[in-house]
């Protein structure tokens, strides 16, 4: 079983920076691949970063160059580095965990944090 609280949302204003972090809780963090999903009204949940393991990054086209997903297995932690803020950024960002033992995918996610980015 996994945890996660995700921190670091937040108002911010178009152009500017914020990092969220992602703590967990449970054993084996480092086996597990991280990623960070977002929620827009009205939307379906998106892909915005994965890490894997291996720390192998992939990320959606829209922040590719902006965003910048990070883990530190010593901390438990998962972050995302958003640059370049966008309105169009404005979402609910989730953390998630997911690891595959044989043909069962073992899923987490934590509870949300809000992003608004507006002038």
């Known amino acids: 079983q996994v945890q996660l609280v995700e921190s670091g949302g937040g108002l911010v204003q178009p152009g500017g920076s914020l990092r969220l972090s992602c703590a967990a809780s449970?054993?084996?963090?480092?086996?597990?691949?991280m990623g960070w999903y977002r929620q827009a009204p009205g939307k379906q949940r998106e892909l915005v970063a994965t890490?894997?393991?291996?720390?192998?990054?992939r990320y959606a086209d829209s922040v590719k160059g902006r965003f910048s997903i990070s883990r530190d297995n010593a901390k438990n932690t998962v972050y995302l580095q958003m640059n370049s803020l966008k309105p169009e950024d404005t979402a609910v960002y989730y953390c998630?965990?997911?690891?595959?033992?044989?043909?069962?995918?073992?899923?987490?996610w934590g509870q949300g944090t809000q992003i608004t980015v507006s002038s």
């Open positions: 998630n965990a997911e690891r595959v033992v044989l043909t069962t995918i073992m899923d987490y």
């Open positions: 890490i894997t393991s291996g720390g192998g990054t």
């Open positions: 449970g054993n084996s963090f480092s086996i597990y691949a």
